[in-house]
């Protein structure tokens, strides 16, 4: 993929997935208004159980379509439809399974685990809707695969706004009543079979245009690939739900009356303003997988590493701003969107963690574009692991203060280990002090700007903001070491 070509993809989807973001940060602030905090601590805790069995049903399958196909035009070009056939059948072969499992264990979870009838109705809402999720997913890393970028953000526009929309027709309908969690949950299961129907589709149209050479593919290709991913998110997602099951129990046990709203605020409120700007690394992680597979294919070292520490660069110049934009406007955030201050002060306390998360982020996209999967599954695995002893052992008598140094220390710990073996894969030099001080030094010129300038509003002093550090961050580069294209 040539230099223009990768940044229009970029520009492409990042609109895109900023616009699906902006409407479902609103959607979000609807629907706690409506249903609470203690609603959206259940929701989520529903949603915990759902993410173990949706990692079950897609199995890393969407990985490997997307390194497969990146490789297979890296190497020789050619047709690819074949690859995503295979994964497709795949897909379904572990789903449909996942899916009876899930339905079918339902009431189990929800009186053992979750505590709350109401969950056994819903996760058996959303079980038949894996099949059309793992398709959905594969389809999606194959058009990724292909560079057709259009054809995976409409797949994915279409499920985020059908979501919404049934969801607001049941809303009006069961607002007040012990069900209106389950709104939610209708409409996620009915948009990942409206996503998916568009989504294969766009599949089978372009599929047809293509001659009719076929890609020699095993199902031990695609294996080889998803197999360590999947059984390594299987272990992962599993923690991940245990630790989400603890949390609440953890701050009831630190003597918090309302542990389960006070869950609710920072995992359904907090956390979704913490990952908003994550939209536009998303866009740029999705296509950098691909785009460093077909190099590493190629066996082109050179550009493996210029755009490996590129990357790098560029991920700390994106999160200390964002840091800086949260401390600045914590507040009014808070008030923008939830009229809650308690959801400003937990954004505060949480604002610095962007720095790692976003850098992490990226990390763990070049070591999967590198075949680095294992190892960066690994590494999420004992981090995992970690931080569900250091939630048992701190939560109860810290509370929610112990659980964000936890959210700290863990992110960290996964950064060392992600960092340490992208460097020793590639041999780059990421000069991390020279990234970090720099984006740093631009941040304190456009606070205090910010200080002496006049309040306009919230996101006219963002915007304000955001160009001052962009222009003290370019005449900066400029002066230290000049600009530079960011793929050659």
């Not at 793992?134 to 979501?163: D, H, N, P």
């Not at 046990?253 to 998303?282: C, E, N």
Request: hydrophobic content about 50%; aromatic content about 10%.
């Amino acid at each position: 993929m040539k230099k223009q070509e990768f940044i229009t993809n970029v520009a492409m989807m990042s609109a895109s997935m900023l616009l699906i973001r902006v409407v479902t940060m609103s959607f979000q602030i609807y629907t706690s208004a409506r249903i609470g905090a203690e609603g959206m601590g259940l929701f989520h805790l529903i949603f915990s159980v759902y993410a173990l069995f949706v990692t079950l049903a897609t199995s890393g399958i969407s990985l490997a379509v997307t390194r497969l196909t990146s490789e297979q035009l890296g190497k020789c070009g050619g047709t690819t439809g074949h690859i995503a056939k295979k994964c497709i059948t795949l897909s379904l072969m572990i789903s449909i399974p996942a899916s009876l499992l899930l339905f079918c264990s339902a009431g189990m979870i929800s009186s053992r685990f979750l505590g709350d009838t109401r969950a056994a109705t819903a996760l058996r809402i959303l079980a038949p809707s894996l099949p059309f999720l793992a398709v959905s997913s594969v389809l999606r890393g194959y058009f990724i695969g292909l560079g057709k970028v259009t054809a995976a953000t409409l797949g994915q526009m279409t499920e985020e706004f059908s979501s919404i929309a049934i969801t607001i027709l049941l809303l009006k309908r069961l607002i007040g009543t012990p069900y209106a969690v389950l709104s939610l949950i209708v409409g996620q299961a009915v948009a990942e079979v409206v996503a998916c129907t568009l989504e294969f589709g766009m599949y089978v149209i372009g599929n047809r245009a293509q001659c009719q050479k076929r890609v020699v593919i095993r199902f031990s290709d695609i294996l080889s690939i998803s197999a360590p991913v999947a059984l390594g998110s299987y272990l992962r997602s599993g923690l991940v739900t245990l630790e989400n099951l603890l949390i609440p129990s953890g701050l009831a046990a630190s003597g918090i009356r309302d542990a389960l709203a006070r869950y609710g605020v920072v995992k359904g409120m907090a956390m979704p303003i913490l990952f908003f700007p994550t939209v536009f690394l998303q866009s740029f992680i999705s296509l950098l997988v691909p785009e460093i597979a077909r190099r590493s294919a190629a066996k082109n070292n050179r550009s493996v590493c210029y755009t490996a520490e590129k990357s790098i660069e560029y991920a700390l110049a994106f999160g200390v701003p964002v840091c800086g934009i949260f401390l600045c406007f914590h507040w009014e955030l808070s008030l923008q969107f939830y009229q809650n201050t308690e959801v400003g002060l937990y954004l505060c306390m949480l604002a610095a963690l962007a720095v790692p998360m976003y850098l992490d982020s990226v990390t763990d996209g070049l070591l999967k574009g590198l075949d680095q999967q294992v190892s960066s599954l690994r590494y999420n695995i004992i981090d995992s692991i970690l931080r569900i002893i250091a939630i048992h052992m701190i939560v109860p008598r810290f509370g929610i203060t112990g659980y964000i140094g936890i959210l700290y220390g863990s992110e960290l710990l996964n950064l060392t280990l992600s960092m340490r073996r992208l460097i020793k894969v590639t041999g780059i030099h990421p000069h991390l002090p020279q990234n970090f001080i720099r984006p740093l030094f631009c941040v304190v010129p456009a606070f205090i700007l910010h200080l002496l300038i006049p309040t306009w509003g919230l996101w006219a002093d963002m915007a304000i903001f955001s160009a001052s550090y962009l222009l003290f961050y370019i005449i900066i580069a400029a002066c230290t070491k000049g600009t530079h294209g960011y793929l050659n």
